[in-house]
């Protein structure tokens, strides 16, 4: 009997992208590859060398996941000169099916197919079945999108979140957004709430000190931060404050009793230190809102490859759509 053809399905991130083959709405992880965007110049090279390196033929479907705004199925990267559409998508690949998706659609789509041990309990609680969710992802940069359970299937609306206003609550709040506006022009969450966001706070603390020494990057203050350096400490004490503040915010926004989840490289790598430095707090700090803000539960989905299993979902379901036609 002659296989079915897989699927190829790709999370573009700002800096990295993952590129797979996946079966009927599940990937393969030994196919799983990485590149580094820097070495191409576009996602089509990118997809033309991972079906040569994967010896792939022309997949039955393709997906692809951008770190960006979609809009009329044109997906264009925040952070590079890159953008995409279903037609580009389908030379590239020679598959019949495609689609594209913001990142965090993506990752919505991979709820509840993700393993267990993967799901890291931020603040407990029981999620409603069927309740509306959220999925924050803080990595480059910053985003959510809501996700809903509708009768002819799963919805997962996009946002560009992460470029609305830093929240101020504080004198201390006050100079970081203004720090962060004179140096972008604009004090959006993204510029804190990112692995470049990071290191714009402790450039802040830094100047504030009167410490010199050239910027440090993300990976640096992280470092630094696991060998309890006091200006990482604060720095990252920051970040989670905020952190919790906003999606405290985008809780009160969607109303996720299904649960909220954070995703990305910046949110693995706060989620040991989240419970000390006052999320929980933070997230449930709205006034007399604050009760409700217990029905929320918030998980840290540290699965790297929930935006690929994804995509690997959607296209799925739009192969069943396709042939039920």
Not at 163 to 176: G, M, N, T
Not at 255 to 272: C, D, E, K, T, Y
Request: aromatic residues 6%; charged residues 20%.
């Amino acid at each position: 009997m002659t296989q079915p053809l897989p699927c190829l399905v790709a999370d573009v991130g700002g800096t990295n992208t993952r590129v797979a083959l996946a079966g009927v709405g599940a990937i393969r992880p030994e196919s799983v590859r990485r590149y580094a965007n820097a070495a191409f110049p576009g996602l089509a090279a990118v997809l033309e060398q991972f079906r040569a390196d994967a010896r792939c033929e022309a997949p039955a479907g393709a997906c692809v996941a951008v770190a960006g705004p979609v809009r009329g199925g044109v997906g264009r990267l925040t952070n590079r000169d890159w953008f995409f559409d279903g037609a580009s998508l389908a030379a590239a690949t020679g598959a019949r099916i495609v689609a594209v998706l913001n990142d965090l659609q993506a990752q919505g789509h991979a709820l509840g197919h993700i393993a267990p041990e993967a799901l890291h309990p931020v603040i407990a609680g029981q999620p409603e079945p069927g309740g509306a969710q959220l999925v924050i992802g803080i990595g480059t940069g910053f985003n959510a999108a809501p996700v809903h359970e509708a009768p002819g299937g799963r919805i997962v609306a996009p946002s560009e979140c992460g470029h609305v206003a830093l929240p101020v609550r504080s004198d201390a709040d006050l100079r970081l957004s203004r720090f962060v506006a004179l140096e972008h022009g604009f004090p959006e969450v993204e510029e804190v709430l990112s692995g470049r966001g990071i290191a714009q706070v402790d450039a802040l603390l830094a100047q504030e000190a009167g410490e010199g020494g050239a910027p440090r990057d993300s990976a640096a203050i992280l470092a630094a931060l696991d060998q309890g350096e006091p200006r990482a400490r604060q720095t990252a004490a920051i970040c989670v404050r905020i952190l919790g503040a906003v999606a405290g915010d985008l809780a009160l926004i969607h109303l996720p009793f299904g649960g909220v989840h954070l995703v990305g490289g910046m949110a693995r790598a706060l989620a040991p230190w989240l419970d000390a430095f006052g999320f929980a707090a933070a997230f449930r700090d709205k006034g007399r809102f604050a009760p409700l803000m217990a029905d929320f539960p918030v998980w840290v989905i540290e699965d790297d490859f929930a935006a690929l299993t994804g995509c690997a979902r959607h296209l799925a379901h739009l192969m069943a759509d396709a042939a039920a036609r």
